[in-house]
Structures are given as C-alpha cells and as structure tokens.
C-alpha cells in the first residue's frame, strides 16, 4: 500500500466483533483464559494490549519495518535498545543529539560500563574511525537536534555492518513520512511518538522498529520485562494521530520552507539552520535521503538578551518544550532541552545563549509570520 493509505489502515482491522472501524481502547489489566494452558493471545496487558498491538504493526508498516514496539515515552524507547548490550561494550553517537539522550548516555548507561565515543556523523569517516571490535551500536540522530546536521545513513550503515555493529536511527525530527532509515540501511529505528506521529500534543510516548527478528525477540522480552509500557489510551491517541500524519506533514513541510526563508531573509537573524536551504552544509545529501526538509528549524539571534526578548514576545507560537505539533511550538534549546549537555560542549557544537527552535506547526503562514514579525520588534 502507498504511503497515505498504510497511514489509515495498516494494523487496523474493523473490530471483529462490533465492527468498529476505529480500534477501541482496550483499558483491561489481564484477560480471562479458556482453560489451562490456552489463551486467546492476550494474557496479561504489560505482556500484550490489543490497543498497542495495533498501533505498534501500524508504526512498523509506516517505517517499512516488520516488528514495532511501543513505550511509555521516546526515553524508555531508547532505553531499552541499550539493554541489549552488557558492560564493556561499545557505542559510537552523534555528538550533536538530544539533550535528554545524552544525560542517558552519560549520567546513567555508563555506570552500568557501556563506552561511549561521540564523533561528528555528518564525516562518515569519524564514524567508520571510531568502530572498535567491541562496538555494537552506531547511534545516529538525523536531521540533529538542534543544529539540523544531516547523516549519510546509508554510508554510516555500510561501515557499521561491516565491523557487525547495529545502525539505531532516531527519526523523530522527521516522521517516515519524510524519511525510512531502514530503507536506507538501518536496523532500528527510534521514535518519540510524543512527536509527529502523535501531532496533537496529549500523549507521550515511544517506539522501536526493527526488521531484524533477533533484535525483535530481544527488544520483545526487554519491553515485557521492564514493563515501561505505552497505555492503551496513549496508543489510540497515537494511532489516531497517524490517520493524518502525511496530510499534516504536507502542511509542516509547507510552512516549514516558507518560514526557513523568511527568517535566512530577515535582518536581526544572523543565522537560520535548516536542512532546506541551498546554503546548509548537507543540503544535497538531504534533498537525495529525505521527502522534503521538515518543520524543524533552529536560528541564532547574537545573545540570550536577544533571545529572551524573542521569547517572551511571541503569542501565538508557544514557548515550550517537545515539537512536532500542530500548533507552533518555540524553544531555547541551551536552557531548555539541551540544559544537560556541559556547556564547553554546547559552545563546540553552536548551540549558543542566542539559539531558538522552531518547530512549526499547521496554522496559517501568514498568522505565524504575523507573531514572529511583532516578536522581532523586541529585540
């Protein structure tokens, strides 16, 4: 099926027993056993829910992946990849992630003795130079957050599986349906649903992809031993949100473009940071890996006295953390989501006091470039 249509109806049946078109939400803690020994496929709801099942094969056909596993939030999601690995192993990440993968990486799986080496993945190279024999994951975020560098998966991939190390891809700046990374050589791929897949802002949650049946058992058992689990309703406001993810993200995109070249043109702007751009450094290896460039954008003002001014101007963009709504969402990714990267790290990498992101949602252009204009006006 074509992208759009897996988007409505991939893992989701009618209900055999009512009909219902719409997956109902499955709010049961276990299920009655016909006798001993058999069940009906479901035994307990942190083994199994009918709600998640069909969100996680939903999600799984959206990423061209044969098993989905869904979770409490995108953090647990990525947590549990790592459960895979035992001390000693090691993993080499993107420099320039997440603020809340990096506290991860380095204030939690490192007292549990996984090694960890961060490189620029923009340069196949550093990431084919970093591989040891011990290394078993190549962890890649693409576009990043939030300088929006963009990866060479695929390269990344060929030097990955040649020394037998996993390729983990977080999408979630980009919903399949502007990029697959299994298609272009991943073997798992990471999501916060909180995000796009999700787009109205009331559910967080996370999910593991994978087409690899050993990852699949490993990731299975993790997700019913650990137990962080996505709940039924957070899974129906899920699958209710990819019912029209590729008609929100034709808006995203849409309004995404228009708003990176407003800002690369205005005067108090000194930089815009999006993968669109003819000037962005990747933006050739963007225009051939991904469909379109996204709603994602990051641009510097000069100071955080610019960028507070900014800030606390804007109405009908709202300040606040997370992305990938249909509403507008702003942020100051060194004090809000990045507040955990050490701040020589933040310098290197230019995440700077006058950095804002924009995540841009669906509202009228004109209506969005309205509130950023009166915004400007303060700084």
Not at 25 to 37: A, H, M
Not at 72 to 81: C, H, R
Not at 181 to 189: N, Q, R, T, Y
């Amino acid at each position: 099926m074509a992208f759009s249509t897996d988007c409505i109806h991939a893992g989701q049946e009618p209900e055999p027993h009512t009909g219902a078109v719409t997956i109902p939400i499955y709010q049961t803690s276990t299920y009655v056993q016909p006798e001993l020994g058999r069940h009906k496929g479901y035994e307990y709801a942190r083994t199994k829910n009918p709600t998640r099942s069909a969100l996680e094969a939903n999600l799984a056909a959206l990423e061209k992946g044969t098993h989905g596993f869904c979770f409490a939030s995108g953090m647990s999601a990525i947590d549990v990849v790592f459960r895979m690995l035992k001390s000693g192993d090691h993993v080499v990440a993107g420099e320039d992630m997440y603020g809340g993968s990096y506290r991860l990486f380095s204030k939690v799986l490192e007292k549990f003795g996984l090694q960890f080496t961060y490189v620029d993945t923009t340069k196949a190279t550093a990431v084919r130079d970093a591989i040891k024999p011990e290394t078993k994951i190549v962890y890649l975020e693409t576009p990043t957050n939030p300088m929006m560098r963009v990866t060479d998966i695929a390269a990344c991939a060929e030097a990955a599986h040649k020394s037998g190390a996993l390729v983990v891809v977080d999408n979630t700046f980009c919903s399949p349906y502007i990029q697959r990374p299994i298609e272009l050589g991943a073997d798992i791929v990471l999501h916060s649903t909180t995000k796009f897949l999700n787009g109205h802002s009331d559910s967080v949650g996370g999910v593991v992809i994978t087409t690899s049946d050993e990852v699949a058992e490993k990731i299975g058992f993790l997700q019913n031993a650990v137990g962080a689990i996505l709940s039924p309703f957070d899974s129906w406001l899920v699958l209710r949100g990819t019912k029209t993810l590729a008609v929100r993200m034709k808006s995203h995109e849409e309004n995404g473009n228009a708003m990176a070249v407003y800002l690369n043109n205005h005067p108090k702007v000194k930089k815009v940071y999006y993968p669109g751009l003819p000037n962005h450094p990747q933006h050739a290896l963007a225009k051939r890996q991904m469909n379109g460039f996204g709603s994602m954008i990051s641009f510097e003002l000069g100071s955080k006295e610019n960028a507070k001014k900014f800030l606390d101007r804007v109405r009908l963009c709202s300040l606040a953390e997370s992305l990938g709504g249909v509403e507008t969402l702003i942020s100051h990714p060194e004090s809000m989501t990045h507040g955990s990267v050490p701040p020589e790290t933040r310098k290197r990498l230019g995440i700077t006091p006058g950095l804002v992101r924009i995540s841009v949602g669906i509202e009228d252009l004109e209506d969005l470039i309205a509130d950023l204009d009166q915004a400007f006006e303060a700084v």
